[in-house]
């Protein structure tokens, strides 16, 4: 499957797990602000995702 569009996407920081929600392709990876980190990908915000 091949992704176009934005999509939302949550990140959260490795040191101290501050989560937010940015759309990819349009924002950069954000720097958590507590640590200074480069936050990494938790998870991708699929429609249709069942819990």
Known sequence: MQRD???PMQVAC?????TEIIYIPIEEM???????IRM???ELLDEG???
């Open 14 to 18: 490795p040191k101290c797990r501050y």
């Open 49 to 51: 995702k069942s819990t």
């Open 5 to 7: 569009k934005t999509e």
């Open 40 to 42: 990494v990908i938790m």
């Open 30 to 36: 954000p720097r958590c602000p507590k640590c200074g």
